[in-house]
């Protein structure tokens, strides 16, 4: 079992509707979750990042955490064409961003 | 501020060949990762250096993978012999690291290899 699973789609939604992604973990020593963005053959960035359960709100992403069920979620509201990329969500035990454990990543399509 | 530099962009080699990539991490990032993406999964560590120092080669196949960061700066991943299954994307990240406990990963564009 791999300690962080994605679905890996692809998900196809239409301009404007709300995109739901989702990993789970196994590793109850995760501390840190972050989602990534990685367009097609480039590297991934971080799109933001949470620590412990609760939720984090940057402008249309929305991030979710719960740690009770071992379950991460990423919302993003009206979707844009340039949202089409993979997302990737990843864990850590440590400091945010260090050693981290990927999932392998859902690709997301927003068609205009 | 210029990003984390990769080269080559592409590699095309036979299997049991040698091939290396070459990083350029932000300039004062402590951090440097090396990561492997095969297609259609998520990116892998490979090794993490602090400095020059080696923080985590846990998953690093030693009997063919090597990497260096000489003087703490750029930093080349070696693969000898090569596999058709070392065939993936080689990405090179970076972060200031311990000296701030900033982690945050800034990933060059990686390295497409691929073992004919």
């Known amino acids: 079992q791999k300690e962080v699973e994605q679905d890996p789609g692809p998900l196809s939604v239409p301009e404007g509707a709300i995109v739901s992604l989702n990993c789970t973990y196994s590793?109850?020593?995760?501390?840190?979750f972050m989602w990534y963005r990685q367009y097609s053959r480039k590297g991934p960035e971080l799109l933001m990042y949470?620590?412990?359960?609760g939720n984090k709100e940057d402008g249309r992403f929305t991030a979710q955490v719960d740690k009770s069920s071992k379950y991460i979620s990423l919302f993003i509201r009206d979707s844009q064409p340039s949202d089409s990329a993979t997302y990737l969500c990843?864990?850590?035990?440590?400091?945010?961003?260090?050693?981290?454990?990927f999932g392998g990543g859902t690709r997301v399509l927003v068609k205009p | 501020e210029a990003g984390v530099a990769q080269s080559p962009r592409y590699k095309i080699i036979e299997k049991r060949q040698s091939v290396a990539f070459w990083c350029n991490p932000i300039?004062?990032?402590?951090?440097l990762y090396w990561y492997q993406q095969i297609l259609g999964q998520g990116p892998k560590l490979l090794i993490q250096?602090?400095?020059?120092?080696?923080?985590?080669d846990s998953q690093l196949p030693k009997d063919r993978f090597s990497a260096e960061r000489l003087k703490g700066v750029d930093s080349t991943l070696k693969i000898q012999p090569a596999k058709l299954e070392d065939s993936a994307v080689y990405l090179c990240?970076?972060?200031?690291?311990?000296?701030?406990?900033?982690?945050?990963?800034?990933f060059g564009p990686g390295t497409r290899l691929t073992v004919t």
């Open positions: 300039s004062g990032h402590a951090t």
């Open positions: 949470t620590y412990s359960s």
């Open positions: 590793n109850s020593a995760f501390q840190y």
């Open positions: 990240a970076s972060s200031l690291g311990d000296l701030t406990g900033d982690y945050e990963q800034y």
């Open positions: 250096f602090q400095n020059n120092g080696v923080v985590d």
């Open positions: 990843a864990s850590s035990e440590e400091a945010a961003g260090n050693k981290l454990t």
